[in-house]
């Protein structure tokens, strides 16, 4: 994967192109970075275009300037696809990528060739007493994480993956996340509820792993009563993040979506 900056950002992307038409873009969960996907990028790398980045305050993307946040990241996404020279993208989410996802959606509808959100919710329609109870749960964390950022990491990697392996992998992530990028989590809120759901002109796979705290499953069955045409996935044996707990099952469940996906359009 060549590493990118993308001009007057913090962004670090990262870009595998090869004579394939399709693009993939991957975004990964809060205290992550990009190579939370590095099955996925391994396996299609000679199957597709793929495109990753780290989030702000993730991974490489830590050289904010005054006034850069988390709700800027639909706008830097664009500007890279524009500077790829890349007109539509399957996009896959998870948790916090799944918000940024669906985001990138709401404004920019015509460059999404599908979208795949696991561990998230229904941005558009976000219930009040769900979003008060995840605010309450995210409090926590952080206040976990000031006082010793190894404490956080330890109890973060057991709500975020069930396998053993898959929780030392984000364990080794999380302990990388600066304390100071907590702030750029302040306009999160900006996102939720506050564009008027419109019918997709795309596919919509969403889902979560069997493991997943409750809310998140219930996150998930309100997310498909809303919009009833979308697809669903419950991967079995996996906690938060599904594609690392069981790479080889969510590799074959997203090439399946893809191809459909690619049929429809």
Not at 51 to 74: E, F, P, V
Not at 98 to 126: H, K, T
Not at 145 to 162: C, D, G, L, Q
Not at 204 to 231: F, H, Q
Request: aromatic fraction near 12%.
């Amino acid at each position: 994967m060549k590493q990118c900056y993308l001009d007057n950002s913090p962004i670090a992307y990262y870009i595998n192109r090869n004579e394939k038409t399709d693009w993939i873009l991957f975004i990964h969960a809060a205290f992550a970075n990009h190579t939370m996907f590095q099955t996925q990028i391994d396996y299609f790398q000679d199957k597709y275009n793929i495109l990753t980045l780290d989030i702000i305050g993730h991974g490489k993307s830590t050289r904010a300037r005054k006034g850069d946040s988390i709700n800027q990241m639909s706008a830097w996404i664009s500007e890279i696809l524009k500077r790829e020279k890349i007109e539509k993208i399957h996009i896959v989410g998870i948790s916090l990528g799944a918000i940024l996802a669906q985001d990138f959606a709401n404004q920019y509808p015509e460059a999404v060739q599908s979208l795949a959100c696991f561990g998230g919710y229904d941005i558009n329609n976000f219930d009040i007493k769900m979003q008060r109870k995840n605010g309450a749960s995210q409090m926590l964390m952080m206040l976990k994480a000031i006082f010793s950022v190894k404490w956080f990491a330890e109890s973060n990697k057991k709500i975020s993956a069930h396998t053993l392996q898959a929780q030392k992998d984000f364990y080794e992530m999380n302990i990388q996340f600066p304390k100071k990028s907590f702030l750029y989590f302040a306009s999160l809120n900006s996102m939720v509820n506050v564009r008027q759901a419109t019918p997709r002109k795309y596919p919509l796979l969403i889902g979560c792993g069997t493991y997943d705290i409750p809310m998140e499953r219930s996150a998930v069955e309100l997310w498909k009563k809303n919009e009833p045409e979308c697809s669903v996935i419950i991967f079995e044996g996996t906690g938060h993040c599904v594609n690392m707990d069981t790479p080889n099952q969510f590799n074959a469940a997203m090439e399946e979506f893809w191809l459909i996906g690619s049929c429809k359009c």
